[in-house]
RNA sequence: UCCCCAGUAGCUCAGUCGGUAGAGCGGGUGACUGUUAAUCACCAUGUCCGUGGUUCGAGUCCGCGCUGGGGAGCCA
């Protein structure tokens, strides 16, 4: 075919002139006499282009003035200045070829429809504003992420998505097997015999890199996984979703406070880079989707995040003129009712709470000389609460195996990770940060259904 | 998994005291010389989620089920 402009290139043009092909789909047309208007998008950008058919220099005008929404398209034309408000450029057009015709069936309307029943098209549903942008921006964050890495030489590892460990107990595995679904080979028990299945073991989907990424951590220092992560709870709700992306930096010679500038660091690189790479988009989130988005954003970019322990976080919440639904107690996690009013009431702004105690923590965190407590730190931001987790991870072999056996892990499939402990060990720490929560924190959408492109949740996986 | 709410036209919704379905958008037809998810006129559109019950009569009341949403837990 034609060579193409994208969409948002041609806009980019310093001054009106030249003959451009683009080619998209219709979002709208309005005919009025000789004269009829296109809205055509490609997905390079949000506001598509005007098209201007004129019935003396257009073919088949009377058809052409009235193509449906979603109609795909190729133009050729000449850019030219609008005389119009509401865009600086259009396309004047000389040559049209549908490339795919449309009819009045297309589930996407010109007009506003509710999440809910976009979800419900979610193989159409990028074609519109809202997803475009989502979309968009979630593409350039992940560039974003890669690129604030590879500054800073982390290595990229690919930690493997086919796991026998469930080490970290942070949710249900999903089970990989090719053993029949009736009939596997059974333990005199009763029990499955996992021996005959494929890879002769117990498998599932990883819920997490962690371990696997320390590893490289003794190797190579600095490190980053970032990739599909999967877990098997029944959550319902609108931040939990059965497939989602993470990222896990960690770093060799590290140590707690080095882990919190590196989460610092990060977030307020992906603030920045959002308002200033995705600006049509983020306007556009700002204007229809969170009044006040870029303002949020904008002051997470600057701001320097507080850092508060857990004892002092427990002791402005129990001095707190609110009450809570659930208890404040030295030793109690905290709930997103208690993260919500440390960040937005007690700080007012960004904040890392440092230092829980151990026994609400996984085992691979660092304990604390005061025997009570682990290197862990979680960073909470207004409106949405923690937003990463991370930890110093406990580099002591005598000290890891300890706490391993305290709470009753199974040693023996750990070997390889305790293996790191035993030659060479370094202080080490890492954090991580869930992709889809982070979409929605710099775009203001509220589920996590609809800011990942096909969402898995439980009950579904169409598309 | 627990609690709460909802399901009516393609979409967003209204539907009074239980009396046999109605707006906007979208669609069709036409008008209009530059529109901005245009405007104006006319036209068409229904398994009222399913199922059982109460009733002379159920979109409306009750039971059960299904689906969706919100909140919680778990967490990222």
Partial sequence: MAKRTLIADLLQQPEAGGDYTVAGWVRSTRASGDVAF??????????????????????????HSKLGTGTALQVSGELVPSPAAGQQLELRVTALTVVGESNPDYPLQKKRHSFEYLRSI????????????????????????????????????????ITASDCEGAGELFRVTTLPPNGAPRNEGGSIDFSHDFFGQKTGLTVS???EGELFAQSFGNIYTFGPTFRA??????????????IEPEMAF??????????????RYLCSFALEQCAEDMTFFDQQIEKGLIERVHSVAQANFARMEYGDAITHLQKAPVSFNFPVEWGLDLQTEHERYLTEQVVGGPVFVLNYPKDIKAFYMRQNDDGRTVAAMDLLVPKVGEIIGGSQREERLDQLEQRINEMDIPKE?????????R????????????????????????????????????RHAEF
């Fill in 254 to 267: 590290s140590n707690l406070a080095d882990d919190a500038d590196l989460a610092e660091e990060f977030v």
């Fill in 413 to 421: 499939p750990l070997w390889w990770y305790l293996d790191s402990r």
């Fill in 122 to 161: 979610a193989h159409l549903r990028p074609r519109s504003n809202t997803f475009g942008a989502v979309f968009r921006l979630r593409s350039r964050l992940a560039q974003a992420i890669h690129q604030f890495f590879s500054e800073r030489n982390f290595l990229y590892v690919h930690t493997p998505i």
């Fill in 209 to 211: 890199g962690q371990l």
């Fill in 233 to 246: 709870e029944n959550s319902n709700t609108a931040r939990h979703a059965s497939e989602f992306w993470m």
């Fill in 423 to 458: 030659w060479g060990s370094t202080p080490h720490a890492g954090f991580g940060l869930g992709f889809e929560r982070l979409i929605m924190y710099l775009s203001g959408m509220e589920n996590i259904r609809d800011v990942i492109p096909f969402p898995r949740t439980p």
């Fill in 38 to 63: 296109i809205v055509l998008n490609d997905g390079s950008n949000l506001s598509g282009i005007q098209l201007v058919l004129e019935r003396a220099t257009v073919t088949n005008f009377e058809n």
